[in-house]
């Protein structure tokens, strides 16, 4: 049986008039599914933050190996990567609790096909170039420590990202209706953007503007056209990816909502049974 709370009963509704699917009351499964969003409450902020100081604690020494010249922007990324695993933590949890009582099946959308083209390329850019870009450094520039102190990040942060998005795009589909299908695919577009491959490069935006943290002079421009291709491609990707889920197709989400001419109803069944 599936059991959902008044709290995300309204976030469902929010949720599904944004996409063109106003209703009354949204289905126990789809409020469900929507409730995964809410990653922060499903176990706790005191878990939440427990992740995130963990793995800034666990950083907090990554410096520490390179010595003097190396990047400074650690501290965010490892900021970074804690926020993206509890986040993804949180809707794992859920996950797997909705799982207990929904039947499921392996999703039918090829991998490619949900990322998108632009997608990927904002990945390759963004890992891909990024790691080519530190290694080029290391060879043709003085600013061989910071080369390698960076490299090791982009490393850290292709492995977070690549295990999110491994389970994103393996997620299972809960439900067998259109409807599930249709708000489970918006909700796997959604997660992508948990692990976005642009955050990579924020870190990075942050030490040029920096002033006593500024990365080499000889490796700056560099960093800034790396960033540029990596922020364009990626907001491309975004704009494409909002355009495709941003209204649910026709469907039956849940209890309409009362017309002008529907008489009033009073009662028990005015609300309707969870």
Do not use: N
């Not at 289905?27 to 969003?37: D, E, K, N, S, V």
């Not at 902020?45 to 003097?68: E, H, Q």
């Amino acid at each position: 049986m599936i059991e959902v709370t008044s709290a995300e009963e309204s976030a469902a509704l929010k949720w599904l008039a944004k996409r063109g699917q106003p209703v009354g009351r949204p289905t126990p499964l789809l409020t469900a599914l929507i409730a995964t969003r809410r990653s922060l409450y499903s176990r706790g902020l005191p878990r939440y933050f427990a992740i995130v100081v963990g793995i800034c604690v666990i950083g907090s020494g990554y410096s520490l190996l390179f010595g003097p010249g190396a990047t400074r922007s650690d501290v965010a990324y490892f900021i970074y990567f804690g926020i993206q695993l509890s986040m993804w933590d949180g809707i794992r949890w859920h996950e797997r609790k909705l799982g207990a009582s929904v039947p499921s099946r392996s999703p039918a959308e090829p991998w490619w096909q949900a990322l998108g083209g632009w997608y990927l390329v904002s990945v390759v850019a963004a890992f891909g170039g990024g790691i080519a870009l530190a290694v080029t450094m290391y060879f043709t520039t003085a600013a061989r420590t910071y080369a390698v102190s960076w490299l090791g990040l982009l490393a850290l942060s292709a492995l977070c990202c690549g295990w999110i998005l491994t389970g994103v795009l393996r997620g299972r589909d809960f439900g067998e209706t259109p409807e599930s299908l249709a708000v489970h695919r918006a909700l796997r577009i959604e997660r992508l953007y948990l692990a976005m491959p642009g955050f990579v490069v924020f870190p990075v935006i942050l030490e040029l503007l920096w002033p006593s943290r500024r990365p080499p002079a000889e490796v700056t421009p560099w960093l800034a056209g790396y960033i540029a291709v990596v922020v364009v491609l990626q907001l491309i990707s975004g704009i494409l990816h909002w355009r495709r889920q941003r209204r649910l197709p026709p469907g039956d989400y849940g209890r309409p909502l009362p017309t002008a001419s529907s008489p009033a109803r009073t009662g028990p069944d005015a609300t309707g049974s969870r």
